[in-house]
């Protein structure tokens, strides 16, 4: 988990969707638990009701389940129609992104997409969508996460 | 539960005088059980004077001052035993080893948890045969908070704590404070220059200049409503535009404005953007640059 | 709250061993070299210089020569005990707080959960109590000392002038206390001290005030002539040092550290 303290995204909303995205992507499976919240909060270096405030949130829409007194879980996929559309929510707004960058470059949708093919195909180097965060004042150095299971995908 | 006892910290029009300044000026601070409170300010600004008053070391020239429901002055040792301090720079016996000074402190309080205080020490790598005067200041700061944070105190205060710790330490340190010092009845009240900190670990923020407190917000609303815009306008500006509500400063830039704005984020744009405009673009202001917005408008004004 | 207490004396004790070390060895090597030192008076002054002394002088030295009690108790409490309390009272006394001020470690204490007043009077008594154990060590080592050089003294006798001059040393370290919580610095701390005790010699010369000659009591000369001990002298001195120690304690819980 990385936040960075000056993007003028709130934190809580930039864990939030890290997490979101973990859960969506398959980088956290079903059943998989979730640190504490204090175990987060230490690890990520933020404020536990900020924390505390995600996992709420989360489980509310269903992405995760609290079961007193043993842990927060990924929740089951009873909502799993709901979990590809997550997806497709996302891919469509970083698609729409990336098409609005094209067209200013004087690119079609169609072109744009050939791009992007011809691309992975020359070799799957594709430049990273979030630069990458040098050692500032409002972002910790990032950690390198060897089981991945609370990485961040990107 | 009543209001009183949701407050950990309760001033109420404190000042403080030395040779006729007020280095503090009728301050009415709140700080609420189980929150993360910032205390920013620029230097001098009243942030230890404050402090030294919370912990009875100072005493006011005039106000009340409520610790955890009690007088500082009056409650005597035993409000003191409910609150770890970290100090800035804190001078502490030099001929006491690390382990010798645990041994001196744990006594006074209750509380003390020796199994959290070893842990902490681990954590910092701090070697418990040092003298305290052969440590680094930035281990010193670190000894401090072993000592702040293993009586488990509701209520934890810290005055610039991370000065000379390097980023690596820093984070430990916070990290610490994260993982044990917060909590449904802990409570955390911190001043610190470093504000990128500030800003991921405190609930609410307290901005304090020329020892006055000009703003208390929360940490969100401050990221998300406190901004800034830069625009610029085809020919003058519509009259009575840039008086708009929310809108706390307006400052020229060239051939454009930045437009500070504190709330009614969305009103403010919504009639920027309908007026004739050759750019707009909304800038998020750092917690440094609403401090210096604060500071500095103090200052002209 | 006792082991509080255990922590702060411990504290005070390890700090104050150099102290210990100072005014026991110095009182003990001063008070050993009396009983020797008797010998060479006589051996000292060459035949024919006695005669051409005056008066003044040739009285008491005459008496301290043909009386070894007078002596001893002339050069003790009259000159070397009292002068040495006197300097360790002020040079011991006076960074007692604002030593701790100086160095910034007074924040850090009075910061955890200690009452002022307990912090004080631990520091107060054990600064004494180093002071009375070098006393008695010192005049042990006296009495001891002329024993060995072939002039013995009944020892409870000797020990007789130590409840003025213990008293006394109480008072002095009161007061020395009282500067030491008023100032920031040890220095200034003990000039302000040094300030009072002149004072309070001048009351040596004006009759009315001789009473408060606190020297003068510590010398215990009246105990000397009429060997009884001036309990009423005692009794005043060490409520004169409750008061200026209860008085120190009310300064330091109105200051800011």
Same mark, same amino acid.
């Given at each position: 988990?990385?936040?960075?303290?000056s993007?003028?995204?709130?934190?809580?909303?930039?864990?939030?969707?890290?997490?979101?995205r973990?859960?969506?992507? %398959?980088?956290?499976?079903?059943?998989?638990?979730?640190?504490?919240?204090r175990?987060?909060?230490?690890?990520?270096?933020?404020?536990?009701?900020?924390?505390?405030?995600?996992?709420? !949130?989360?489980?509310?829409?269903?992405?995760?389940?609290?079961?007193?007194? &043993?842990?927060?879980?990924?929740?089951?996929?009873k909502?799993?129609?709901?979990?590809?559309?997550?997806?497709d #929510?996302?891919?469509?707004?970083?698609?729409?992104?990336?098409?609005?960058?094209?067209?200013?470059l004087?690119?079609?949708?169609?072109?744009?997409?050939?791009?992007?093919?011809e691309?992975?195909?020359? /070799?799957?180097?594709?430049?990273?969508?979030?630069?990458?965060?040098?050692?500032?004042?409002?972002?910790? @150095?990032?950690?390198?996460? @060897?089981?991945?299971?609370?990485?961040?995908?990107? | 539960?009543?209001?009183?006892?949701?407050? =950990?910290?309760? +001033?109420?029009?404190?000042?403080?005088?030395?040779?006729?300044?007020?280095?503090?000026?009728?301050l009415?601070?709140?700080?609420? #059980?189980?929150?993360v409170?910032g205390?920013?300010?620029?230097?001098?600004?009243?942030k230890?004077?404050?402090?030294?008053?919370?912990?009875?070391?100072?005493? $006011?020239?005039?106000?009340?001052?409520?610790?955890?429901g009690?007088? $500082?002055?009056?409650?005597?040792?035993?409000?003191?035993?409910?609150?770890?301090y970290?100090?800035?720079?804190?001078?502490?016996?030099s001929?006491?080893?690390?382990?010798?000074?645990?041994?001196?402190?744990?006594?006074?309080?209750?509380?003390?948890?020796? *199994?959290?205080?070893?842990e902490?020490?681990?954590?910092?790598?701090?070697p418990?045969?040092? *003298?305290?005067?052969?440590?680094?200041?930035?281990?010193?700061?670190?000894?401090?908070?072993?000592?702040?944070?293993?009586?488990?105190?509701?209520?934890?205060?810290?005055?610039?704590? +991370?000065?000379?710790?390097?980023?690596?330490?820093?984070?430990?340190?916070?990290? +610490?404070?994260?993982?044990?010092?917060v909590?449904?009845d802990?409570?955390?009240?911190?001043?610190?220059h470093?504000?990128?900190?500030?800003?991921r670990?405190?609930?609410?923020v307290?901005?304090?200049?020329?020892? *006055?407190?000009?703003?208390?917000?929360?940490?969100? !609303?401050?990221?998300?409503?406190?901004?800034?815009?830069?625009?610029?306008?085809?020919? !003058?500006?519509?009259? /009575?535009?840039?008086?708009?509500?929310?809108?706390?400063?307006?400052?020229r830039?060239g051939?454009?404005?930045?437009?500070?704005?504190?709330d009614?984020?969305?009103?403010?744009?919504?009639?920027?953007?309908?007026?004739?405009?050759?750019?707009l673009?909304?800038?998020?202001?750092s917690?440094?640059?609403?401090?210096?917005?604060?500071?500095?408008?103090?200052?002209r004004? | 709250?006792?082991?509080?207490?255990?922590?702060?004396?411990?504290?005070? =004790?390890?700090?104050?061993?150099?102290?210990?070390?100072?005014?026991?060895?110095?009182?003990i090597?001063? %008070?050993?070299?009396? /009983?020797p030192?008797?010998?060479?008076?006589?051996?000292?002054?060459?035949?024919?210089?006695?005669?051409?002394?005056?008066?003044w002088?040739?009285? $008491?030295?005459?008496q301290?020569?043909?009386?070894?009690?007078?002596?001893?108790?002339?050069?003790?409490?009259?000159k070397?005990?009292?002068?040495?309390?006197?300097?360790?009272?002020v040079?011991?006394?006076?960074g007692?707080?604002?030593?701790?001020?100086?160095?910034?470690?007074?924040?850090?204490?009075?910061s955890?959960? &200690?009452?002022?007043?307990? &912090?004080?009077?631990?520091?107060?008594a054990?600064?004494?109590?180093?002071?009375?154990?070098?006393?008695?060590?010192?005049?042990?080592a006296?009495?001891?000392?002329?024993?060995?050089?072939?002039? @013995?003294v009944?020892?409870?006798?000797?020990?007789?002038?130590?409840?003025?001059?213990?008293?006394?040393?109480?008072?002095?370290l009161s007061?020395?206390?009282?500067?030491?919580?008023?100032?920031?610095?040890?220095?200034?701390?003990?000039?302000?001290a040094?300030?009072?005790?002149?004072?309070?010699?001048?009351?040596?010369?004006?009759?009315?005030?001789?009473?408060?000659?606190?020297? /003068?009591?510590?010398?215990?000369?009246?105990?000397?002539?009429?060997?009884?001990i001036?309990?009423?002298?005692?009794?005043?001195?060490?409520?004169?040092?409750?008061?200026?120690?209860?008085?120190?304690?009310?300064?330091?819980?109105?200051?800011?550290?």
């Amino acid at each position: 988990m990385h936040v960075n303290a000056s993007s003028g995204v709130p934190i809580y909303l930039q864990l939030k969707n890290q997490l979101r995205r973990a859960i969506v992507g %398959g980088v956290l499976q079903v059943g998989d638990r979730l640190p504490t919240v204090r175990d987060l909060a230490a690890e990520a270096v933020v404020n536990p009701n900020t924390v505390a405030r995600v996992y709420r !949130e989360l489980e509310a829409e269903g992405l995760l389940e609290t079961q007193r007194g &043993v842990g927060t879980f990924v929740a089951e996929g009873k909502e799993a129609g709901r979990r590809p559309s997550e997806r497709d #929510r996302l891919l469509a707004a970083a698609a729409a992104r990336f098409l609005a960058e094209a067209a200013q470059l004087g690119l079609s949708a169609r072109q744009a997409a050939d791009y992007l093919l011809e691309r992975i195909a020359a /070799g799957g180097i594709v430049e990273p969508a979030e630069p990458v965060e040098p050692v500032v004042p409002g972002g910790w @150095p990032r950690e390198d996460e @060897p089981d991945g299971t609370t990485g961040d995908p990107n | 539960m009543s209001l009183m006892e949701q407050l =950990a910290i309760r +001033t109420e029009n404190l000042s403080k005088h030395f040779d006729g300044v007020a280095a503090v000026d009728g301050l009415d601070l709140e700080v609420r #059980r189980g929150e993360v409170y910032g205390f920013i300010g620029p230097n001098g600004a009243g942030k230890t004077t404050t402090i030294r008053m919370l912990l009875g070391l100072a005493r $006011p020239t005039r106000g009340k001052i409520e610790v955890l429901g009690s007088d $500082p002055l009056t409650g005597g040792p035993e409000v003191r035993a409910k609150i770890g301090y970290v100090g800035e720079d804190q001078a502490m016996y030099s001929y006491m080893t690390v382990r010798g000074i645990m041994g001196f402190i744990a006594p006074m309080y209750p509380t003390w948890d020796q *199994r959290l205080a070893g842990e902490i020490a681990d954590v910092f790598h701090l070697p418990l045969t040092k *003298r305290v005067g052969e440590l680094s200041k930035g281990m010193r700061s670190q000894l401090a908070l072993v000592l702040a944070m293993a009586p488990r105190p509701p209520l934890l205060v810290m005055d610039e704590p +991370t000065g000379g710790l390097d980023p690596i330490a820093r984070r430990d340190f916070l990290s +610490t404070v994260m993982r044990s010092a917060v909590g449904p009845d802990q409570t955390v009240f911190m001043s610190s220059h470093i504000l990128s900190e500030v800003e991921r670990v405190v609930d609410r923020v307290g901005i304090i200049v020329r020892g *006055r407190l000009v703003t208390v917000r929360t940490i969100d !609303e401050l990221q998300t409503v406190q901004k800034r815009i830069r625009v610029v306008f085809q020919g !003058e500006p519509p009259a /009575g535009l840039l008086q708009q509500q929310g809108i706390v400063g307006v400052e020229r830039e060239g051939h454009g404005y930045l437009i500070t704005v504190e709330d009614h984020l969305e009103e403010v744009m919504a009639s920027l953007s309908s007026a004739p405009v050759f750019a707009l673009d909304l800038l998020d202001m750092s917690l440094e640059e609403v401090l210096i917005h604060y500071a500095g408008g103090s200052r002209r004004g | 709250m006792g082991s509080r207490t255990g922590a702060i004396v411990r504290k005070e =004790a390890r700090e104050s061993v150099w102290k210990l070390l100072l005014a026991g060895l110095l009182l003990i090597v001063v %008070g050993a070299s009396l /009983g020797p030192m008797y010998g060479l008076l006589g051996s000292l002054l060459p035949p024919g210089v006695l005669e051409m002394l005056p008066e003044w002088l040739k009285g $008491p030295l005459m008496q301290q020569i043909h009386s070894y009690n007078i002596y001893i108790w002339a050069n003790w409490y009259g000159k070397n005990l009292y002068q040495m309390l006197t300097l360790f009272s002020v040079v011991f006394g006076a960074g007692l707080l604002a030593g701790e001020v100086s160095r910034g470690t007074a924040g850090f204490l009075f910061s955890k959960p &200690v009452r002022r007043t307990q &912090v004080l009077r631990t520091k107060y008594a054990v600064a004494l109590g180093v002071l009375a154990a070098s006393a008695v060590a010192g005049t042990l080592a006296a009495a001891i000392a002329s024993s060995i050089s072939g002039h @013995p003294v009944d020892v409870l006798w000797f020990l007789s002038g130590l409840p003025a001059a213990l008293a006394a040393t109480a008072l002095l370290l009161s007061i020395t206390l009282v500067s030491s919580v008023v100032s920031r610095d040890t220095v200034k701390a003990a000039a302000m001290a040094f300030v009072v005790f002149m004072a309070i010699s001048a009351t040596a010369f004006v009759r009315p005030l001789r009473w408060l000659w606190v020297f /003068g009591h510590m010398t215990a000369v009246r105990t000397l002539a009429s060997g009884r001990i001036d309990w009423a002298a005692v009794a005043g001195m060490l409520l004169a040092a409750l008061v200026f120690l209860l008085g120190a304690e009310r300064i330091l819980v109105r200051k800011d550290i």
